[in-house]
């Protein structure tokens, strides 16, 4: 078994000043936390990976391809591969864990 404590995580991603930090890569899989300030723009492009996004914390808009809600606390978003998308209108601090299948990178 591995286990983690998002506060150890946020811990050692902030540590890294990183806005994301893989904590765990399986065969198949791959988990990691990812970290935009309220304000902040979201740099990221597609993925050749399947994702799922769920919301730990804070509040913004996510557009998925021509898709866009609005997510908070406890949202969970499912990512195709390939599908441009990105977080905007981040009005509180955004910390969100990805599952990523197959691994990222």
């Given at each position: 078994m591995k286990a983690?404590?998002?506060?150890?995580?946020?811990?050692?991603?902030?540590?890294?000043?990183?806005?994301y930090?893989?904590?765990?890569?399986?065969?198949?899989?791959?988990v990691g936390l990812y970290a935009l300030d309220a304000g902040e723009q979201d740099p990221q492009k597609p993925h050749r990976q399947d994702?799922?996004?769920?919301?730990?914390?804070?509040?913004?808009?996510?557009?998925?391809?021509?898709?866009?809600?609005?997510?908070?606390?406890?949202?969970?978003?499912?990512?195709?591969a390939n599908v441009p998308h990105r977080f905007h209108h981040i009005s509180e601090d955004l910390r969100v864990m990805v599952v990523f299948s197959p691994p990222e990178g």
């Open positions: 983690f404590r998002l506060d150890e995580l946020e811990a050692e991603r902030a540590a890294h000043n990183g806005a930090l893989q904590f765990l890569r399986e065969r198949n899989m791959s994702e799922v996004y769920f919301v730990v914390s804070g509040r913004a808009v996510l557009t998925v391809g021509e898709e866009t809600t609005t997510v908070g606390r406890g949202s969970v978003v499912y990512v195709p």
